[in-house]
């Protein structure tokens, strides 16, 4: 089975850091992807990690550690528009299986 | 990168009645399509994969005969709600997945804007 967890909600302000992680346990593994969903939008990509160690892509790096089951997304300089859910998903061959999403909430 | 459209992006339908939401893949051709289902402040649950040509295989505790998949062409699946009730309002999410994409590159699913549905 699949089973993937990850904080419900998290609050940061803006210009400050954040990481948001997600433990796994599935039955196959072909990548983690990172995906940013705003309200009743579609999911954006975010990142992909497939080996173990940190991808950076600008102001979102991600981390992935297989033999850990774990992962984070580190989001730097905050800016409101960042608030938004954050979803982690494990690919098996083609299929993805989300978490229930990280809800980040952005001050000023 | 790729596009893949939803088409409508919303609809209100009273209970009893059909709903068919169409997704395309516009500039690429998917033989493997996946339908979603996000309720409110849940996450995206996966409904059922679709291939072209073929049936489509649905996830435990998706009846089949109430949502209807049809994948006739290579950039075109179709999911029809049958008859309709209240608990189906849902937002409706599909993904299409690029077949130039290998197992191990990214983003080989591409998702579409979604359409929210709401059955009266």
């Known amino acids: 089975g699949q089973n993937i967890d990850q904080p419900t909600e998290m609050t940061a302000t803006e210009g400050a850091i954040v990481q948001i992680n997600c433990t796994y346990q599935?039955?196959?593994?072909?990548?983690l992807f990172w995906y940013q969903q705003h309200a009743g939008e579609a999911p954006t990509f975010l990142s992909y990690n497939v080996l173990d160690g940190l991808e950076e892509k600008g102001r979102f790096s991600s981390f992935l550690s297989r033999s850990k089951g774990y992962s984070y997304l580190l989001l730097k300089e905050l800016q409101m528009k960042d608030s938004a859910s954050y979803l982690c998903?494990?690919?098996?061959?083609?299929?993805?299986?989300f978490g229930k999403g990280t809800m980040l909430l952005v001050s000023p | 990168g790729a596009v893949v459209s939803q088409h409508p992006s919303r609809v209100i339908c009273k209970s009893g009645t059909s709903v068919k939401i169409e997704c395309r893949s516009l500039d690429f051709q998917a033989t493997t399509m996946f339908w979603y289902r996000q309720f409110p402040k849940q996450s995206l649950m996966l409904m059922a994969t679709s291939n072209e040509g073929s049936k489509a295989t649905y996830e435990q505790g998706v009846e089949k005969d109430k949502f209807l998949i049809n994948h006739a062409s290579l950039t075109l699946s179709t999911l029809t709600v049958t008859s309709a009730h209240p608990e189906d309002s849902s937002f409706y999410i599909c993904s299409a997945r690029d077949p130039a994409g290998g197992y191990l590159s990214t983003d080989t699913q591409y998702f579409g804007p979604g359409t929210r549905l709401t059955v009266l």
């Open positions: 998903a494990v690919r098996r061959y083609s299929t993805l299986t």
């Open positions: 599935t039955s196959g593994f072909n990548g």
